[in-house]
């Protein structure tokens, strides 16, 4: 962490923002294991600097597309941690009324369009989204999440190549997490290397660390504001690694836990304190401060969740069954 132009207000805020995260997923693993969330959870433990660095630095009215591992990503948009943890308990007041569950989160209202189970399903929407911003003149911008395993998907080449031919205003932003599933970067990618795939189509591509917060908000202001300008696409791929398995049910028996150590040692939220600290920008009481609010919150929300209300069963069919005409 170089950036000596950093603020303690604005370093706090990030700090806040990542405790915040970390807090919430830590308690979204404590209901899921009481059996109050159902399906498939996947965590973010660890890459809390990726979505907090990036997605505030966007523009309100740009539109994101994010990935199954998506509640940093819907927390920093804006969507209210009440309505995440209640459409992961499939409750009538999530974000999808309960009806897409920890993978898809969604809220049109903040232009936060998922949210997709289906690896690299997101791509091909964001350059859709991406060519209606270029064919209006809107002058916004689509930032697309996506992992590593997504990057050997026929779809992610294909819109990779769209938004170059096209010079869409998209900016691919990969959180490389070193697996894919589990199956290690090296084992599914004949080159490593992934800022390989968007120069090969023409992009401008650079590596990011994924666990710096400043080095994550600093890229992705810079190549926002070069998609912005130019109308054309960049790509960042964003190293990083996520402390827990690939989901709730993934035993994780396929990573060295030395390499899980050796990780965790540059968690992302313990560099940006000791940076603070060393810079007097962290005085003595104030983390215990920021940890008991964010905990606070996420409790409240955890509450929320609990006492909302399910759809009622006459609404289940909404947006999937068509109504006979009368």
Known sequence: MIDADVTKTH??????RMIFVRR??????EVYQQQKIRGFLHLYDGEEAIAVGAIPVLRDDD????????????????????????????????????????MHLFSAERRFYGGYAIVGGGLPIAVGLALA???????????CFFGDGAAQ?????????????????????????????????????????????????????????????LAVERAVRTAAEAVRTTGTPRFLQLVTYRFRAHSMY????????????????????????????????????????????????VEAAAR?????????IEELGRNVLVREVP
Request: charged fraction near 30%; include cysteine; aromatic fraction near 6%.
């Open 133 to 143: 911003e270029k064919m209006q003149n809107s002058g916004r911008i689509v930032g």
């Open 24 to 29: 919430f997923e830590q308690k979204c693993a």
């Open 11 to 16: 370093a706090l805020d990030l700090l806040e």
């Open 250 to 297: 993934d035993a994780d028996r396929y990573r060295d836990k030395d390499e899980i150590a050796r990780w965790k040692r540059r968690d992302p939220i313990e560099l940006l304190a000791t940076f603070m600290r060393q810079r007097g920008m962290l005085g003595e009481g104030e983390r215990a401060r920021v940890e008991a609010e964010a905990m606070a919150r």
């Open 304 to 312: 929320f969740a609990e006492d909302a209300p399910f759809e009622p």
């Open 153 to 213: 998907e026929g779809e992610t080449h294909e819109s990779l190549n769209l938004a170059s031919l096209w010079k869409l205003p998209l900016l691919f932003l990969l959180e490389n997490n070193q697996y894919a599933m589990g199956t290690a970067l090296e084992r599914h990618a004949a080159v490593p290397d992934l800022v390989a795939e968007p120069r090969a189509h023409g992009i401008e591509a650079s590596t990011v660390d994924g666990m710096d917060v």
């Open 63 to 102: 539109a994101i597309v994010a990935t199954y591992r998506e509640h940093a990503h819907a927390l920093m948009r804006g969507l209210s941690p009440e309505s995440v943890l209640a459409e992961m308990y499939g409750k009538a007041t999530g974000c999808a009324r309960g009806h897409g569950g920890s």
